[in-house]
């Protein structure tokens, strides 16, 4: 089973993830918010049952699996139905993309790094929210992840290598935000972010297209 067989299966069960573990979730919403440009028509890239889009204004969103677009179109989205890697829109037609949790599960993230920076304006910007496999936490989800149904074939890069690749693809101006420090289970609220990376489960990159 590969990781689009796993969403399609269980897109509820993906789902209900955010309303069980409420405060995490917001959590990474207000990283992510402090990220994403207050103007601008944006793309979700892996848009999943839209649990990040619907929030953060984003009205438009590319997911394979279809058992999540069904979830995210029911949330107000528009999605079309395409893989990371080859994106069915043309040369700078957003101001920002967005890709949540999905980096992890491309079997190509350089090109799909380098289709996002296609279909940006120039100064458009990236949005990238990721587990930091080098955090307390992040090292957690490593060691258990062959035992989880979601992340079992994911490989979690590491936050140094996602901005390498950013910069080989002539991308500047990266800022990165950090939160999710205490384990899932211990957040009562959500909590607040902070400048870096290293130390929060949960970081949220931003990078500009020159």
């Keep these: ?5 796993i969403f399609e299966k269980h897109a509820a069960e993906y789902d ?10 917001k959590s990474e919403i207000l990283a992510l918010r402090d990220l994403i440009p207050a103007v601008g028509v944006g793309l979700e890239i892996g848009v999943g049952t839209g649990r990040f889009a619907g929030p953060l204004g984003i009205r438009i969103g590319v997911e394979p699996a279809n058992a999540m677009a069904d979830r995210a179109r029911r949330r107000s989205i528009e999605v079309h139905e395409a893989k990371a890697e080859a994106l069915p829109f043309q040369d700078e037609s957003f101001h920002f993309v967005l890709m949540v949790t999905t980096i992890c599960f491309l079997e190509k993230p350089l090109q799909a790094l380098a289709e996002a920076k296609r ?9 990238i929210g990721m587990i930091d496999p080098n955090s307390p936490l992040g090292k957690e989800y490593e060691r258990k992840k062959a035992g989880s149904k979601f992340y079992k074939y994911a490989h979690f890069h ?6 390498l690749w950013l910069e080989s693809l002539d991308f500047d101006l990266i800022a990165t935000r950090q939160t999710v420090f205490k384990g899932i289970k211990d957040i009562n609220a959500a909590e607040p972010f902070e400048e870096g990376h290293g130390r929060g ?10």
Aim: no cysteine.
């Design 119 to 127: 279909i940006l304006r120039p100064g458009g910007r990236i949005i």
């Design 16 to 25: 209900e993830w955010f309303e069980d573990n409420e405060a995490a979730y």
């Design 158 to 163: 590491s936050v140094e290598q996602v901005i």
């Design 201 to 210: 489960a949960f970081v949220a990159i931003s990078a500009r297209k020159r």
């Design 1 to 5: 089973m590969n990781n689009i067989e």
